[in-house]
């Protein structure tokens, strides 16, 4: 944390900030055409940290090829998900 209004060095300092929440500037990954995903990463006023990701891909003309993208979107989101949020429980035997 710095000591300017306890914003964290990785805040972004503006009107993003807001209601106790520090939020930081957005890490966008972009595949123009075909996908984008763009990243926060925030703070909440209890002081818990949070990634916040948007993600937009580009689906196939076809219905049976879109809604294949999808399960398989899903399935590696419910992967990446699942993966971080065993990452972030406290190990065994430690509050947290």
């Known amino acids: 944390m710095t000591r300017r209004a306890g914003h964290t060095d990785w805040c972004g300092r503006d009107h993003r900030c807001n209601l106790g929440e520090?939020?930081?500037?957005?890490?966008v990954v972009d595949l123009p055409g075909r996908a984008r995903a763009v990243l926060v990463r925030v703070r909440t006023a209890a002081g818990r940290d949070h990634a916040e990701i948007r993600l937009r891909?580009?689906?196939?003309?076809?219905?049976?090829?879109?809604?294949?993208?999808?399960?398989?979107?899903?399935?590696?989101?419910?992967?990446?998900?699942t993966r971080?949020?065993?990452?972030?429980?406290?190990?065994a035997g430690r509050a947290g």
């Open 57 to 81: 891909v580009a689906l196939a003309p076809t219905e049976v090829a879109a809604r294949r993208q999808l399960v398989g979107l899903l399935a590696d989101v419910r992967q990446a998900v």
């Open 22 to 27: 520090h939020r930081s500037d957005e890490l």
């Open 84 to 91: 971080a949020g065993i990452a972030a429980r406290p190990a």
